[in-house]
């Protein structure tokens, strides 16, 4: 509820000045406030890996979600052939479970009943395939972590870096100094 709510109060807070009127600044704070939270966001990522690499990294697992190829940049051969194989028996066995799930429920559907044991052996083979597959994912997140562990320098620094450019930092003044409204006198 105090999440809704928030949002609800931030989803206000940006519409207000396009309804009130100013639609070009509006829309300049909009991207400002969005590309500041961009970086804060970098940054925080940057900081969580440096100091935590073990721990979940919500940022780096959404951009390899949406580009599993990220991984090869940081693992080695070995990590990419492990991660390969433990993915792949973890697909199998949460097929076979699926598999198993589809034929008792077909059976009972169908009106043929299951007797006990049938029943008690599903179960036991449902409740191993599962340990099975969390097994292969837990192979997978130790070497996802290892990986990173390995890498948090170098890639901390490149989310640092990230930050900077994504940040609406006038960088050309910062650089050259401040403009003089002279005009040319002396």
Not at 26 to 33: D, E, G, I, K, L
Not at 35 to 58: E, H, K, N, T
Request: aromatic content about 10%.
């Amino acid at each position: 509820m105090v999440c809704a709510f928030g949002a609800s109060l931030a989803l206000a807070g940006v519409l207000y000045p396009f309804l009130r009127g100013d639609h070009r600044r509006s829309m300049r704070a909009a991207v400002t406030t969005a590309r500041w939270a961009g970086a804060i966001v970098l940054v925080g990522s940057a900081l969580q890996l440096a100091i935590a690499p073990r721990a979940d990294q919500p940022l780096l697992d959404i951009a390899e979600y949406v580009a599993p190829s990220l991984r090869t940049l940081y693992f080695t051969r070995a990590e990419v052939t492990t991660f390969a194989d433990a993915s792949e028996h973890a697909e199998r066995f949460r097929m076979e479970a699926e598999q198993l799930n589809e034929r008792e429920r077909r059976n009972r559907t169908e009106g043929q009943a299951l007797d006990d044991f049938t029943v008690a052996r599903i179960s036991s083979f449902l409740k191993s395939y599962g340990e099975m597959r969390k097994g292969e994912q837990f192979v997978m997140g130790e070497v996802r972590m290892r990986a990173r562990e390995r890498i948090r320098w170098p890639a901390a620094f490149v989310l640092l870096a990230g930050a900077l450019v994504l940040a609406p930092v006038p960088w050309r003044q910062l650089w050259t100094g401040p403009k003089s409204d002279t005009g040319g006198q002396s």
